[in-house]
């Protein structure tokens, strides 16, 4: 129904590269915890940075259905590279190509465009999660220069080799006894700055996390990205933005659980038969292709929301909630249908059962998407 | 240099194919459909031509409106100009071929590749048909192969239980063996620029099958294996199944 003749060979792109680049090494990624810069090359070439930005910017110039359509296709087969196309399509360049000045724009856009260079976005910090407005890291105006103090923690592609730089949201003032919060540009080789990768994750473990240090951190007054004052407003849009990529791999992940559970479960034969013949296996997968069916709905209806420029915020909460704990589910019960092998590093399902975990936590936790949704319709 | 792909539009080698209830061809309903495998070979053959050598690729398909998918797809590879032969009638290798050979006759083609055969049909007579409709050196079955400056080609073939390599010289037809190259992935820009590229609609001049299917069915459901009993005791009774039952010794 919103899929237009592009759409499908995007979907069918997408989905070879990622049956034939990532899935022959994301087994051994995950376990070694290891970044790969070679897949994020590849993805580069194939064109998954910068998918919705125009070629102007040296961006694709697909519409935003296309974006979700490659996360959700990167997701069926892993989610630590779909986490890398996802946060810097909507994390690292959205903020930049949305808020950015012409100037801006030109300068940082067209090198994030290619695979070799990523960007970050930075607003967690370690007191300052669901609660962003609570973040401490300030930046100060001094003759001509911000001069950023604090720290951010859980920064996806913050601390990779290529990680040409963050967009840093910081407490810059006080108006009204409310903090005034500003977003600002920071490149990784300002002095001052420092970012640490992460180590030890349960899942995403292909994925750079990064702790950021600004200790006295000095940029110039331009690298202000919107107006002061404007942080939360670009934080929230972003926010709305990155949910549906969220979801995008909620749905992903679990088209790629049931797909295996589906497969298993023809194979595997107990009591002589395939066990998909037992009605308890069969209503199982009958409720996994439900549910995305389901979350496929949601979330492409979010996403033509948006691409029809109307309101999607609540929409865009619910498909990320629904998407992310269908992932949950579905993992589950894929895994269950595996018996005893499921829980085998063998066997892709275990990493599916990890990775799914992030996705009702990164982004908003289900809490605070359940928190937005009810504001929204108690309000309406 | 002119260079033609002729590219065949296949249900996906995933789908579970079923027969259609004229019990005699496919049931499209619920295929996706994929450009032919070998013909990813083609086209790629055909893209490294034009950048060793500057020149135009043009992807052709024989078939009905739903091809011009698979064209877009060689399109996106990085294809100039699409060219469908449009027809809703299925056409036995013979008939597209010459559909194939009289829209191609007077465009001058340098080169006309296409994959060794395809995955629907499995005629494998495309490149032998073509060549001969059009007066043409057929280069068939190709795993490596080099188009000199002077027009003279070299190519390996594979053949039952080695290799052979030939000499001939453009024009050619040449059809693409699994080997041949590493086809690319479209680019996502790719894909927003193949929108952009004409297709153009041609009519093929009437035809009437030369053969004709009867009947197509599933290949027979293989039935469970059979265990005779283990260790050597069991040896008497597999043999003599084998022999009696199997007639294989
Ligand atoms: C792998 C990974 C990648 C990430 N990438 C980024 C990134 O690129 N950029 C970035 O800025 N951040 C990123 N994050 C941070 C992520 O967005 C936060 O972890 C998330 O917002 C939750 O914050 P928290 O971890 O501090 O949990 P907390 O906010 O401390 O929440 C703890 C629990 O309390 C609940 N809770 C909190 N407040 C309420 C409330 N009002 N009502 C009910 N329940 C509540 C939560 O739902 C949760 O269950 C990433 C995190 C991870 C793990």
Redesign the interface.
């Known amino acids: 129904m919103y899929e237009q003749e592009e759409h499908r060979l995007i979907r069918s792109t997408v989905r070879e590269f990622a049956e034939q680049e990532i899935k022959p090494v994301a087994k051994e990624l995950d376990d070694r915890e290891e970044f790969s810069y070679d897949l994020t090359k590849k993805m580069g070439e194939i064109g998954l940075f910068g998918i919705v930005v125009t070629p102007e910017y040296g961006g694709q110039g697909m519409d935003y259905f296309s974006y979700i359509i490659a996360v959700e296709e990167l997701a069926r087969i892993d989610g630590s590279q779909a986490a890398t196309i996802a946060a810097h399509n909507s994390l690292g360049i959205g903020p930049l190509y949305y808020h950015g000045t012409e100037e801006q724009k030109q300068r940082y856009i067209p090198p994030l465009c290619t695979g070799d260079g990523l960007w970050a976005f930075g607003l967690t910090e370690p007191e300052a999660g669901s609660d962003s407005r609570g973040s401490k890291t300030s930046a100060r105006l001094e003759n001509g220069n911000w001069i950023i103090n604090g720290s951010k923690i859980f920064i996806t592609n913050g601390a990779t080799d290529i990680t040409l730089g963050t967009t840093v949201q910081a407490v810059t003032g006080e108006v009204d006894g409310k903090k005034e919060f500003s977003t600002i540009i920071v490149n990784r080789d300002t002095p001052g700055y420092t970012s640490r990768a992460m180590k030890e994750k349960m899942m995403w473990r292909a994925s750079n996390t990064a702790e950021l240090y600004f200790d006295d951190c000095t940029v110039p007054e331009d690298h202000l990205l919107g107006d002061r004052g404007d942080g939360s407003h670009i934080m929230l849009e972003t926010l709305d933005d990155g949910r549906l990529s969220i979801a995008a791999m909620g749905l992903g992940l679990a088209q790629g659980a049931y797909e295996m559970a589906l497969e298993y479960s023809k194979q595997r034969r107990q009591f002589g038969k395939p066990i998909s013949k037992f009605q308890v296996i069969a209503f199982k997968l009958a409720d996994m292709a439900m549910k995305v069916e389901l979350g496929r709905n949601l979330l492409y209806k979010a996403c033509w929301l948006k691409q029809n420029k109307q309101p999607f915020a609540k929409e865009s909460a619910m498909a990320k909630l629904y998407c992310s704990e269908i992932a949950k589910e579905v993992a589950d019960e894929a895994v269950q249908v595996h018996g005893g092998y499921g829980l085998m590093k063998e066997y892709d399902i275990e990493r599916f059962y990890r990775d799914q975990r992030l996705l009702q936590i990164g982004e908003g936790t289900s809490e605070i998407q359940r928190l937005v949704i009810s504001r929204y319709i108690l309000s309406e | 240099m002119n260079i033609f792909v002729c590219v065949s539009h296949v249900p996906d080698t995933t789908t579970k194919v079923q027969v259609g209830e004229d019990g005699k061809s496919i049931d499209p309903s619920g295929v996706?459909w994929?450009l032919n495998p070998y013909d990813e070979y083609a086209v790629e053959a055909a893209l490294q031509l034009k950048e060793a050598r500057e020149g135009e690729v043009t992807v052709v398909c024989f078939g009905p409106d739903a091809v011009?998918?698979t064209i877009?797809?060689g399109l996106?590879m990085g294809a100039d100009k699409g060219l469908h032969i449009k027809s809703d009638q299925p056409r036995d290798s013979f008939g597209t071929a010459k559909a194939l050979a009289e829209t191609l006759k007077d465009r001058e083609a340098d080169v006309i590749f296409c994959g060794r055969q395809s995955i629907d049909y499995d005629g494998w007579q495309m490149a032998g048909l073509l060549g001969e409709m059009l007066d043409l050196p057929s280069v068939t079955v190709a795993s490596k192969l080099e188009i000199k400056e002077d027009g003279s080609i070299e190519a390996e073939r594979e053949i039952e239980g080695g290799m052979e390599t030939v000499v001939s010289k453009l024009p050619a037809v040449i059809s693409a063996q699994k080997g041949l190259n590493d086809p690319r992935?479209?680019?996502?820009?790719?894909?927003?620029q193949?929108?952009r590229k004409p297709i153009e609609d041609v009519e093929p001049s009437p035809y009437k099958n030369r053969v004709e299917v009867l009947e197509m069915s599933k290949p027979p459901v293989k039935s469970a294996g059979k265990i005779v009993g283990e260790g050597p005791d069991a040896v008497k009774e597999l043999v003599k199944l084998l022999h009696e039952e199997a007639k294989v010794i």
Do not use: F, N, S, V
Not at chain 2, 185 to 192: N, R, S, V
């Open positions: 996706t994929i011009k998918e877009r797809k996106a992935y479209p680019k996502l820009q790719g894909i927003m193949a929108k």
